[in-house]
């Protein structure tokens, strides 16, 4: 049974996108993440920009991300709701805090713009780890 999920948002003709959602994809065919399901969410439409404005973290110069749902069964059917998680923020001037987050990862254009296999694995098993501590 699939808990978790891995969303893409991305854009049609983005080269990055496509390896994003390829190195995703072989990652999820890992036993290791047989809990989660993959899927792609186009902001050239409408849902794909309804469900990116949701998601209220991401930044539209940093696409393709990543952002990890948790699949909630009952009711009429699987409903999904933001994996939150605590992230490390520097502050001008003063020590390293921390803020309550939602789990995702953006493309950083300040190095070459593509997000490795490691980093996804990264944010997957931080997924994983919060889903079995109950977050």
Same mark, same amino acid.
């Given at each position: 049974?699939?808990?978790?999920?891995?969303?893409?948002?991305?854009?049609?003709?983005?080269?990055?996108?496509?390896?994003?959602?390829?190195?995703?994809?072989?990652?999820?065919?890992?036993?290791?993440?047989?809990?989660? $399901?993959? &899927?792609?969410?186009?902001?050239?439409?409408? *849902?794909?920009?309804? @469900?990116? %404005?949701?998601?209220?973290?991401? /930044?539209?110069?940093?696409?393709?991300?990543?952002?990890?749902?948790?699949?909630?069964?009952?009711?009429?059917?699987?409903?999904?709701?933001?994996?939150?998680?605590?992230?490390?923020?520097?502050?001008?001037?003063?020590? $390293?805090? &921390?803020?309550?987050?939602?789990?995702?990862? *953006?493309?950083?254009? @300040?190095? %070459?713009?593509?997000?490795?296999? /490691?980093?996804?694995?990264?944010?997957?098993?931080?997924?994983?780890?919060?889903?079995?501590?109950?977050?």
């Amino acid at each position: 049974m699939k808990t978790l999920k891995a969303a893409v948002f991305g854009k049609q003709g983005c080269d990055k996108c496509d390896l994003l959602k390829r190195r995703l994809g072989k990652l999820l065919q890992e036993e290791t993440y047989a809990g989660f $399901e993959m &899927e792609y969410l186009d902001l050239g439409t409408v *849902e794909g920009l309804i @469900r990116f %404005s949701q998601a209220e973290v991401l /930044n539209p110069q940093r696409v393709p991300c990543l952002f990890v749902y948790s699949l909630n069964g009952g009711g009429s059917g699987p409903s999904q709701s933001p994996l939150r998680c605590r992230k490390k923020v520097s502050r001008l001037n003063e020590e $390293e805090a &921390e803020i309550e987050t939602y789990l995702s990862l *953006e493309t950083d254009y @300040r190095t %070459s713009g593509v997000i490795t296999p /490691n980093a996804i694995r990264e944010v997957l098993d931080q997924a994983l780890s919060l889903q079995a501590a109950g977050v």
